[in-house]
């Protein structure tokens, strides 16, 4: 199934279940593949909607980007469930969820797995520059592993992934990497003007064995947004998606 969005983009879309719609938004290398354990977990209590971002899967893309069509993207999956939806998104999915939340879209309640928001002293720098360089010159590898490097990835273990079949999935999703990289901001910290505006309920959520970095950027978020409740998934990290039944009570009991 399809929708189309404000600039005209076809964005793909597959629906399972019957209940309260949640609709899941995936992050940086994902398209709706990623999201379809989730959805098939939440779909006995929810009408759970996975989808391609832009650029991603079946979906259409456009020649420029910005966050704003994004948004629009996600209002055109609302406005086809009925106008009001939940949303949960992991990584910078849980970004882009929360300045949708910040937008008033029809965003009834907003759940944001470890957004990737930086809460150290050392800006990043412009790599959406480097990377889009970098992908204008052909040079997919080189764009996957400034990525990998930003996100905190030791270089050893990036040499391994280059090895292993992921890197070709990395690769093949090279092109929408400034999406993701635009969407964190160009310092990657909290927007706090926008979290501010969120007026719905939001939980935000960290893995008990996750990094120290995504764990402080989830606690940031939660401060960030009034009245934001933050839970702990103990024995999860970044992964999570993985293992989607060990997300079902607590998005259950959040979302209904």
């Known amino acids: 199934m399809n929708v189309t969005s404000a600039d005209g983009t076809t964005i793909f879309f597959e629906q399972r279940g019957d209940g309260p719609p949640v609709i899941l938004v995936g992050g940086a290398f994902n398209d709706r593949t990623t999201t379809v354990g989730l959805a098939e977990v939440l779909a006995g209590d929810f009408t759970a909607v996975n989808y391609d971002r832009r650029g991603r899967g079946d979906s259409g893309d456009a020649p420029s980007y910005a966050v704003e069509r994004e948004i629009e993207d996600l209002a055109a999956l609302i406005a086809h469930v009925g106008g009001t939806a939940?949303?949960?998104?992991?990584?910078?999915?849980?970004?882009?969820?929360?300045?949708?939340?910040?937008?008033?879209?029809?965003?009834?309640?907003?759940?944001?797995?470890?957004p990737p928001y930086a809460t150290d002293e050392h800006p990043r720098g412009d790599v959406v520059a480097?990377?889009?360089?970098?992908?204008?010159?052909?040079?997919?590898?080189?764009?996957?592993?400034?990525?990998?490097?930003?996100?905190?990835?030791?270089?050893?273990?990036?040499?391994?992934?280059?090895?292993?079949?992921?890197?070709?999935?990395?690769?093949?999703?090279?092109?929408?990497?400034?999406?993701?990289?635009?969407?964190?901001?160009?310092?990657?910290r909290p927007r706090t003007e926008n979290l501010a505006r969120i007026k719905i309920p939001a939980l935000v959520i960290g893995g008990g064995a996750s990094d120290d970095a995504l764990r402080s950027g989830a606690r940031a978020a939660a401060a960030a947004v009034p009245g934001a409740r933050h839970e702990t998934l103990e024995g999860q990290d970044h992964g999570v998606l993985q293992f989607p039944e060990t997300l079902k009570d607590l998005l259950t009991d959040f979302l209904k």
Do not use: N
């Open 130 to 188: 480097e990377v889009r360089a970098q992908l204008a010159a052909g040079d997919r590898d080189g764009a996957v592993a400034t990525f990998l490097k930003v996100a905190g990835t030791p270089e050893e273990m990036i040499e391994g992934m280059k090895q292993a079949p992921v890197w070709g999935w990395f690769t093949a999703l090279a092109h929408t990497l400034p999406y993701d990289l635009t969407i964190c901001g160009p310092d990657g």
């Open 86 to 114: 939940s949303v949960f998104g992991h990584s910078s999915g849980a970004i882009l969820a929360l300045e949708a939340a910040a937008a008033g879209i029809g965003i009834d309640r907003v759940v944001a797995y470890e």
